[in-house]
């Protein structure tokens, strides 16, 4: 017996960059879900016309008393998708929301972004920059100091892609549960995006981790 394909259990393998999708988390009134749905067949229609869309997806409230609707759109990158976030369309379909609803949560899966999902406003994206620069300043000393200090001596033996995959193991989880979320708390008031901080807040902010880089750059050239 064969086994099945990909295809026919559909399954489907996705690269990191190939996908990028926002969740919405929107709070309806149980008497006010048939209007709720005639809104999104509506928002649906106008980002289906939109460069990159793939497909969206809504999941009813799992209780009745709290009426909880998410929503899951696909685009097929993350600049096509903060292009349609960003765009009049949308804005005119969220004001008519909000007007009628309330308000909502917006998050974005892809990238970076799950590292920084909680910090993001439902309307503005933190920007790519900052994301890069707080990687980049959290992921430095791992490797300077996990990677080439403690594991190095150890890995010497071992031939170098194998070396190369350990550390690189040993890195990404390091950074994954426990430099970035504490990097991220910390830089939580400079994170948000530029108009919620204020230009005084970013510049600082930035000046103070490409110190913090340099100086750690003199550090482990120092030590050696």
């Not at 026919?8 to 709720?36: G, K, M, N, Y």
């Not at 009049?88 to 379909?93: G, I, L, M, Q």
């Not at 600082?204 to 880089?213: F, P, Q, R, V």
Request: net charge neutral; proline share 6%.
């Amino acid at each position: 017996m064969n086994n099945p394909t990909d295809r026919e259990i559909s399954l489907e393998i996705l690269s990191p960059q190939s996908r990028a999708t926002a969740v919405v988390v929107q709070s309806v009134p149980p008497e006010q879900c048939d209007e709720f749905l005639e809104w999104e067949r509506g928002i649906t229609l106008d980002a289906s016309l939109h460069p990159g869309y793939k497909y969206t997806e809504i999941y009813q409230p799992a209780q009745t008393t709290k009426a909880e609707w998410v929503t899951v759109v696909h685009f097929e990158s993350n600049a096509l998708l903060e292009a349609w976030i960003n765009s009049p369309v949308r804005k005119k379909w969220v004001d008519d929301f909000k007007k009628r609803f309330g308000d909502f949560t917006l998050k974005r899966v892809g990238g970076f972004d799950a590292w920084f999902s909680d910090l993001a406003d439902a309307d503005q994206k933190i920007p790519d920059w900052k994301m890069v620069l707080t990687v980049v300043a959290a992921l430095y000393p791992t490797v300077m100091v996990l990677t080439y200090w403690l594991l190095t001596p150890f890995l010497k033996p071992l031939p170098f892609a194998v070396q190369m995959l350990i550390g690189n193991i040993a890195s990404v989880s390091f950074l994954q549960w426990v430099a970035m979320p504490l990097l991220t708390r910390r830089l939580s008031f400079w994170l948000r995006p530029t108009k919620a901080t204020g230009l005084g807040v970013t510049f600082a902010g930035l000046a103070g981790i490409l110190a913090g880089l340099a100086l750690m750059l003199w550090l482990f050239i120092s030590v050696g």
